[in-house]
DNA sequence: GGCGTGACTTGAA
DNA sequence: ATTCAAGCCACGC
């Protein structure tokens, strides 16, 4: 299995309403330092279906908005998942927190 | 094949 | 607590 497949299909199986970083799927991959990769990865898979937005920075931070739309098309995805978004971060992250490692097994 | 860049993270000042 | 700098690996030129 590829890196970037593992990358799609995490991030394919995140569920709805939840959010999850790319230090985590990294780390859940084995690659707690290649973070970057993940979301490079995404950017080449943003073409996918791939639920990119569900996934963020460290912070909670949108920081991939500007390469989905431009516009604040991610920021209503999520909270089209009922998370809440302010100034492209997600509020309580942690309370959307989603682990690949514990809830995906 | 070398250099620079990138949807990040973490450690140190 | 905040800010700066370095590390990470793959892709593009």
């Known amino acids: ?4 497949q593992k990358v ?25 330092r290649s973070a970057r990769m993940v979301g490079w990865a995404l950017n080449k898979s943003n073409v996918r279906d791939l639920p990119a937005h569900r996934v963020v920075n460290r912070n ?26 302010v100034d492209n971060q ?6 959307y927190f989603w682990d690949p490692a514990k809830e995906l097994l």
Do not use: S, W
């Open 8 to 32: 799609y299909q995490v991030t394919q199986q995140i569920p709805e309403g939840r959010i999850t970083t790319y230090g985590t799927i990294a780390n859940y991959l084995g690659a707690p």
């Open 60 to 85: 909670g931070l949108l920081t991939g908005k500007f390469h989905f739309d431009g516009t604040n098309l991610m920021k209503e995805l999520l909270e089209n998942e009922g998370i809440l978004v």
């Open 90 to 95: 997600i509020q309580e992250m942690e309370n």
């Open 1 to 4: 299995m590829d890196f970037f």
